[in-house]
């Protein structure tokens, strides 16, 4: 157990959730990072700002920043979002260089309060195959982060952490369950339905539905069409 600071980025996701969880239960205290980029919706960021209450933020910081300048993805443009299941292609829904971008963000935030643990919920088993949730990304931005700070070159290195990279969907929902977390705080779709509805057949909400499925937890999101 330690008494630092950890970063902990938290979009509003079940991921997102258990792994600023995980940041706690190391013995961080959290300072909590969300990126409102102007993506398609603004419900996921309500679901992040009651996360990091729930999980005691000392601070929370929701960080304006339009990528919808840039487009190139179903979240920031007007394209339309996948419904056809999950593929082997990288889909629309990957948002370019997100996670570079978010991660360099936590990496300044991180140096500015002395904090050395960024906590970020990727995981490269049940997802949709962005190339910016896999190890080798992880393990390269943690040593571009000890060659491009200030804290890096003299010694006191950062650590990017992503306690939930080698687990499915079904084991983060276990792990969801076993921290004491409240999955139905979370909101995973990427087009949501009327009412505040999951979607229920985006990559989002079918890898979500399938992972309370296989875990044999029930599944409290409400989908506007259950598979």
């Known amino acids: 157990m330690t008494d630092s600071v950890a970063i902990a980025l938290i979009s509003g996701g079940l991921d997102s959730m258990v792994s600023a969880a995980r940041a706690r239960e190391d013995g961080h205290r959290l300072l909590a990072l969300s990126i409102d980029y102007n993506q398609r919706h603004h419900v996921e960021l309500a679901a992040a700002r009651r996360i990091a209450q729930v999980l005691g933020a000392e601070r929370h910081v929701v960080l304006p920043l339009d990528l919808r300048a840039f487009g190139g993805s179903a979240l920031t443009a007007e394209i339309d979002v996948p419904k056809h299941g999950v593929g082997d292609d990288i889909p629309v829904t990957y948002v370019p260089a997100r996670n570079t971008i978010f991660l360099s963000l936590a990496l300044g935030w991180a140096e500015a309060a002395g904090a050395r643990d960024i906590y970020i919920g990727v995981n490269a088993l049940d997802y ?67 009412g505040s509805l999951h979607c229920g057949l985006c990559d989002s909400c079918r890898l979500r539905s399938k992972g309370f499925e296989e875990a044999g937890i029930l599944d409290p999101t409400r989908y506007a069409t259950v598979l």
Do not use: H, N
């Open 128 to 194: 949709s195959g962005y190339p910016d949730c896999r190890p080798e990304f992880i393990a390269e931005f943690e040593k571009l982060a000890e060659i491009a700070t200030k804290a890096g070159v003299e010694g006191a290195p950062f650590r990017i952490r992503a306690p939930l990279q080698e687990m499915t969907k079904a084991d983060i929902v276990r792990e969801a369950a076993r921290l004491g977390l409240d999955a139905g705080m979370s909101w995973s779709c990427y087009d949501p339905a009327p």
